[in-house]
């Protein structure tokens, strides 16, 4: 179930990191989204006031004010330069020092028509405006007044000097509504400044708040992107180092020798590796369009061998009518299960092999135990009659079927030492003759049936361990008795061969069948590997031969035709090259 | 002390592959004196029995055992020639051996099944292979006993004795599917 958390948790870890910078992007593109409108805002804030503060002065200041105090500052100018002219006129009455007089009245009618217009636009200065025509235009004809009088001669001047004081009195009047009008003006002007500085401060108001929040949305960019980044550039990185490691394990799986297979909940198969498609014989692209049950026919086998567990979960399967042994594991995950399927034939087969030993082993000791146990029982027997014969037959009994549990125990620890490649092996000069006629003697003795010889060209000498040498040729003779049955001949021929020397055991027995032939030099092999019929046998009596000849730097072969008989061939070189 | 050899002995026999001991085996009825049996046969037909073994060891074994205790043995080396001194002759039993060089024991036996004039003849198979496997195919084939080497001789006679006991009575059958039935286990 831990596996099944730990295998299950990265994708469930994943979805609300994937989420989380989801909203983290949507977030950050917002933030980075608003900012560009504010500065964009910021810069028409900023071109929109400049132009309005530039229309304000052009209007209030440039337009009005201005002209306002220049035409009415030029009209008391003016009026100055009139009343000037006719008093010198008067007092010189020389029509000379009119000319001032005449220059101004043009200039001060000008004066008014810009005045008329200002007040068009701002009527509030229309009544100064028109007090101060009247003014001017009283003054205007008490010049023209003054101007014809003096014209008409000294009674004339005289008469105008009398009028100088009303003069003055008018002037006067003129100069305090000239007066009010400029102040009139420097009302406005300073209005205008004040509009203008109004304008101003607002401008800057808005653009000082527009730049407070960009800048306050540009501060926690400033302090949220970089972490969000930072997450957002770990998390891919675990991701990309998940999806790194998925590829691994993948690529690893690839190369496993036992077929895993990745199934959802309802058995469909999400992940194939190649070692399954090889067992199978079912490539990945088709499996991953199948459940299991299609591609396994036998899954209940393997259900229920699952269901055992432990060392008994395997199952048979056939695949291609061969049969294969599967040793079968499963992890379940919540979204399925993970299927590892080992095909443990080959084990299965030398553990077949091994339990068919273990009977055998057990089989073959038994029968010499039979007959000592018996033997000694039956001596041991007190209604037994006085027959010294019979006793020496079981003493010799006793004799016999001890030496061959001996040989018996002697032959399965042989074994374990070839297993191990722990047998040692002496190197002494023999010969092959007198070994064979040795070794054949001691078989004679038991096999009444047959015949033997021994035929050799004389001294045959070779280097080899000679006590096992003749183990070897022992086994090939016992072999000889026990698959001929019926008797007949064994001969044992000992020739020379270049570099070496051979012996050959014939009998005329059952002979080896040829398809056999391959396997009977294999550990356990026997030629009736059920033990129905034939004489017993451990079924390594040729593994251990060929070996302990191997180990000489010798050869072991078999030439036979069932129901003729068989040839076993030993080929020793005359001086072993490899001693084991 | 017959009696009480028995049971180790039954144990040692089954000791690699099938460690149950079978003690009801020796409980059909207490056995009778050795000596008072043998000198019963001396007088009444004497039992006839074939051993069929290719080890002469084995051979000899029981038949100087059984012929100790009153019974009448004819010997046999191979498959071919117990089938046939049993068409020959009649017997009251066959003790066989499983591993024979020519025709197997099981074949024997069922060959023996087979055919009229031996199918009465009660089988008991005496065999070094012990496992279950071997134990229940030796009953399956109709064997009215099976047992397992190495065996002590000097009961040989006893046992065989129950058994014919067994067969007499009518019981072996049942015996049969008991042992069966305990195998199956």
């Not at chain 1, 530039?54 to 105090?69: D, F, G, H, T």
């Not at chain 1, 701002?122 to 001017?136: C, H, T």
């Not at chain 2, 001396?42 to 029981?62: G, I, K, Y």
């Amino acid at each position: 179930m831990d596996e099944a958390a730990a295998a299950s948790s990265p994708v469930d870890r994943q979805r609300p990191r994937r989420d989380s910078a989801l909203v983290a992007q949507r977030r950050t593109r917002l933030a980075l989204g608003t900012l560009l409108m504010l500065l964009v805002a910021l810069g028409g804030i900023a071109v929109l006031g400049s132009g309005r503060l530039y229309r304000s002065s052009q209007n209030q200041y440039v337009k009005e004010a201005i002209p306002l105090r220049t035409n009415a500052r030029d009209i008391v100018l003016q009026m100055v330069n009139e009343e000037t002219s006719v008093r010198g006129y008067l007092i010189t009455g020389n029509r000379d020092s009119l000319g001032p007089y005449e220059r101004a009245k043009p200039a001060i009618a000008a004066d008014f028509a810009t005045l008329d217009s200002l007040a068009r636009r701002r009527p509030e200065i229309g009544g100064n405006v028109d007090a101060a025509r009247s003014f001017v235009t009283d003054l205007e004809r008490y010049f023209a007044q003054q101007v014809a009088l003096v014209a008409q001669g000294p009674a004339g001047q005289r008469r105008a000097e009398e009028n100088v004081l009303d003069g003055k009195r008018k002037f006067d009047q003129f100069r305090l509504a000239a007066d009010r009008l400029l102040t009139r003006s420097d009302q406005i002007l300073l209005e205008a400044e004040r509009a203008q500085h109004d304008t101003f401060r607002n401008i800057l108001g808005l653009v000082l708040a527009v730049a407070g929040v960009a800048g306050a949305i540009g501060l926690a960019l400033l302090m949220f992107v970089p972490e969000r980044m930072r997450r957002l550039y770990a998390g891919e990185q675990a991701a990309r180092r998940a999806a790194e490691r998925g590829d691994r394990a993948s690529h690893a799986l690839e190369h496993v020798q036992a077929s895993v297979a990745l199934l959802d909940n309802n058995d469909r198969v999400l992940y194939w590796n190649r070692a399954a498609e090889r067992v199978f014989r079912v490539p990945e692209a088709e499996a991953l369009t199948r459940t299991l049950r299609e591609l396994i026919p036998e899954l209940d086998l393997i259900e229920e061998a699952l269901a055992r567990g432990g060392p008994g979960a395997v199952a048979p399967v056939v695949v291609d009518g061969e049969e294969r042994w599967l040793a079968v594991s499963q992890t379940t995950l919540a979204e399925g299960r993970v299927l590892v399927l080992r095909d443990v034939t080959t084990e299965q087969q030398l553990e077949r092999a091994r339990g068919e030993f273990i009977a055998t082993a057990s089989h073959e000791l038994r029968t010499p135990l039979a007959a000592v146990y018996g033997a000694v029982r039956t001596l041991r027997r007190d209604d037994r009659p006085v027959d010294g014969e019979l006793d020496e037959r079981l003493l010799a009994m006793i004799e016999t079927e001890s030496a061959r549990l001996k040989e018996l125990i002697e032959q399965i620890l042989v074994s374990a030492d070839v297993d191990r490649g722990e047998v040692r092996l002496s190197r002494e000069t023999c010969d092959l003759r007198a070994l064979c006629e040795s070794a054949t003697d001691a078989v004679r003795v038991h096999a009444r049936k047959h015949t033997f010889s021994v035929d050799a060209p004389g001294s045959v000498l070779v280097e080899c361990d000679p006590s096992r040498l003749r183990q070897v040729v022992l086994n090939l003779l016992d072999n000889a008795v026990k698959y001929s049955p019926d008797g007949g001949s064994v001969e044992v021929r000992v020739s020379e061969r270049p570099g070496g020397a051979s012996i050959e055991v014939s009998d005329e027995g059952i002979g080896v069948p040829a398809d056999a032939q391959a396997h009977i030099f294999e550990k356990f092999a026997r030629l009736d590997a059920g033990m129905l019929r034939g004489v017993g046998g451990s079924g390594l009596g040729l593994y251990i031969s060929r070996e302990l000849v191997e180990r000489m730097g010798g050869r072991m072969s078999v030439r036979s035709q069932p129901g003729v008989g068989s040839t076993f061939v030993v080929e020793l070189p005359r001086v072993p090259s490899l001693v084991a | 002390m017959i009696a009480a050899l028995e049971r180790p002995l039954r144990a040692a026999g089954g000791s690699a592959t099938d460690p149950p001991p079978r003690p009801h085996l020796r409980a059909v009825g207490p056995a009778p004196h050795t000596e008072q049996r043998a000198g019963a046969r001396e007088h009444a037909a004497r039992p006839r029995v074939l051993v069929v073994d290719d080890e002469p060891s084995m051979r000899l074994l029981c038949t100087i055992n059984l012929r100790l205790v009153g019974f009448e043995v004819t010997e046999a080396e191979d498959g071919r020639r117990a089938l046939e001194v049993a068409r020959q002759e009649p017997f009251d039993l066959i003790l066989l051996d499983v591993m024979l060089p020519d025709i197997g024991g099981y074949d024997v036996a069922r060959r023996l099944a087979e055919e009229d004039g031996t199918r009465h003849v009660p089988v008991v198979f005496l065999s070094a292979r012990t496992s279950n496997a071997d134990l229940r195919r030796g009953f399956e084939l109709g064997a009215v006993d099976y047992i397992t080497k190495p065996f002590d001789p000097i009961v040989l006679g006893e046992q065989v004795e129950q058994i014919l006991g067994r067969v007499e009575r009518g019981e072996a059958d049942e015996y049969r599917l008991e042992q069966l039935a305990q195998l199956e286990e």
